[in-house]
């Protein structure tokens, strides 16, 4: 008789739900109140936590509309920055220290049109790449790591309403609650694991972090790969503008002036009067009606343009090719790319990290198409060392890929050996 693997047949206990420790603060709007703020924060200790709401999918911009910050000895603050257009006041308060954020690209744009810059931070959500961690969202590493859950249900409603209601406040106060005791778990498994280096130069990088501008955004319309012909393509870059001018004047999300798939079903059909534009799919609603005159102007403008001024379905960028098509363009450059993914997707294993927090695929693709023309082996590791640092990558990357793409750079301009011919078996 075997012994029961589960004895005990209860439920697990549930994971508790966060819940604030001070209570709900009130909303930060007037100059009386932010003064207080900011000679709090001054007089706390430690690291401050530092969190943003954006009104994504309802606004055309990316502005804050709520800003979160808890520091020990302070408390929790929810400060509203539209009635202040900008906070010098609270830059100065929070001078010197280091902020905590969690996945900080997204809400340091944002941070910046206010005035505040970090004069250091730690990214909770990198640290959890960095050290493995499958999933890397907060609501995962709290549970992970805290035993906590959080409440994630309004993480996408229209932080631009005013009054704020207090169950969405509450959602985002908590969400600075757990930064600093989560912060102090990462670093100490950071520097267990001796990643704390490169944690640092991660997180050093990330203070100047600049989003890149889109070139040809309105090449990422949905669908426009449905498009055929490049006059097509022009009605289609004619409607992006439109729409996007509309959208920003009016601080919308563009696609609640027009959707994507109308803009691709005009272009496919270019309707140049009213009547026709308005049965074409996807043409219905306020957006659709109330500037009907821009989007027939914006069709008839691509259907004049000389066929010079059309645009082609995939310009020309100034990195290396696409890589399915190394191997037709650059044999030997298709030899060193597949040499490298390997050893460095095994490498990135080894250390337990994601491949492109180990280095920028980009960086990688851009080095072994164009590498340096020295084959002797120190020039050769200086030189590419160089290159991946003018790319951006950091010296601890550059540490532990320099290497590889020498040996890939070096192995793949050997010929590669021909087969062994066939044993020939015993004579009859």
């Avoid at 044999?331 to 060193?336: E, I, K, L, M, Q």
Wanted: charged content about 25%.
């Amino acid at each position: 008789m075997t012994s029961d693997p589960h004895p005990d047949d209860s439920e697990p206990t549930p994971i508790p739900l966060l819940t604030l420790r001070d209570g709900l603060p009130p909303v930060v709007d007037t100059d009386a109140a932010l003064r207080d703020v900011c000679d709090r924060l001054a007089a706390g200790s430690g690291p401050v936590a530092i969190d943003a709401e954006r009104a994504s999918g309802y606004r055309y911009s990316s502005r804050a509309y709520l800003i979160q910050l808890r520091r020990e000895g302070a408390g929790t603050f929810l400060v509203d920055p539209i009635p202040f257009g900008s906070l010098p006041q609270l830059q100065e308060a929070l001078d010197g220290t280091e902020w905590i954020l969690h996945a900080a690209t997204q809400d340091l744009p944002c941070l910046a049109e206010v005035g505040l810059h970090p004069a250091a931070l730690f990214d909770t959500e990198l640290a959890g790449r960095l050290l493995g961690y499958p999933r890397v969202g907060l609501a995962t590493l709290v549970e992970s790591l805290l035993g906590a859950r959080l409440a994630k249900e309004h993480s996408a409603v229209d932080w631009s309403t005013r009054p704020l209601p207090g169950p969405w406040l509450e959602y985002a106060a908590l969400d600075v609650e757990v930064l600093v005791e989560l912060r102090a778990l990462l670093h100490a498994e950071l520097v267990a694991a001796g990643k704390d280096g490169w944690a640092q130069e991660e997180f050093d990088h990330l203070r100047s972090f600049q989003p890149t501008p889109r070139v040809d955004a309105w090449r990422r319309t949905s669908g426009v790969h449905r498009v055929k012909g490049r006059r097509a393509l022009a009605a289609v870059r004619a409607l992006w503008e439109v729409r996007d001018s509309i959208a920003e004047q009016r601080d919308v999300t563009p696609g609640r002036i027009l959707p994507d798939s109308a803009i691709v079903a005009a272009a496919q059909e270019l309707p140049l009067d009213r009547d026709t534009l308005l049965r074409t799919k996807g043409f219905h609603g306020r957006g659709a009606d109330r500037y009907a005159s821009r989007w027939v102007a914006a069709l008839r403008e691509a259907a004049g343009l000389p066929e010079a001024e059309l645009p082609t379905r995939a310009p020309r960028g100034d990195g290396p090719p696409l890589a399915r098509a190394w191997a037709e363009k650059d044999p030997v450059a298709a030899r060193r790319l597949a040499l490298a993914r390997d050893a460095v997707a095994a490498r990135a294993e080894e250390l337990e990290l994601p491949v492109e927090n180990l280095l920028t695929p980009d960086y990688l693709r851009r080095t072994l198409w164009t590498p340096p023309a020295t084959r002797d082996p120190e020039a050769l590791a200086v030189a590419v060392a160089d290159q991946l640092a003018a790319y951006g990558a950091r010296p601890w990357q550059v540490d532990l890929v320099g290497p590889i793409l020498v040996d890939a750079i070096i192995g793949a301009d050997q010929p590669p050996e021909p087969p062994e011919p066939p044993s020939e078996g015993p004579q009859a």
